[in-house]
């Protein structure tokens, strides 16, 4: 098992940055790629961004490109998704999720609570 809890949500106005952070804990973390994705009120979930398990491969959400950047530290069990230029179209819940290599895109193994941004304009 796999435990995740994410934090760093809030409330910021549109242009502003926040980071999020994502601490693992339970199986050797380091074995897994770990994602982001997001979902607003009233919409599904979605892909936003994702790491894989060495940090050495990232992909990104067309509507993040540019925008975000996730990052991971191993030796702290961490995983952070930076953003910057946020827009109102950013609020969501975004969640952590950890997997097994790039199918942590498509169907990860575990999840996290998630974390509330809310973007003012």
């Known amino acids: 098992q796999v435990q995740l809890v994410e934090s760093g949500g809030g409330l910021v106005q549109a242009g502003g940055s926040l980071r999020l952070s994502c601490a693992a804990s339970g199986r050797t973390v380091s074995r897994y790629a770990m994602g982001w994705f997001r979902q607003a009120a009233g919409e599904e979930r979605e892909f936003v961004a994702a790491i894989s398990d060495d940090g050495g491969s990232t992909y990104y959400a067309d509507s993040v490109k540019g925008r975000f950047t996730i990052s991971r530290d191993n030796a702290k069990n961490t995983v952070y998704l930076q953003m910057n230029s946020l827009k109102p179209g950013d609020t969501a819940v975004y969640y952590c999720?950890?997997?097994?290599?790039?199918?942590?895109?498509?169907?990860?193994?575990?999840w996290g609570q998630g974390t509330q941004v809310t973007v003012s304009s």
């Open positions: 999720a950890a997997g097994f290599g790039m199918m942590v895109i498509t169907t990860p193994a575990y």
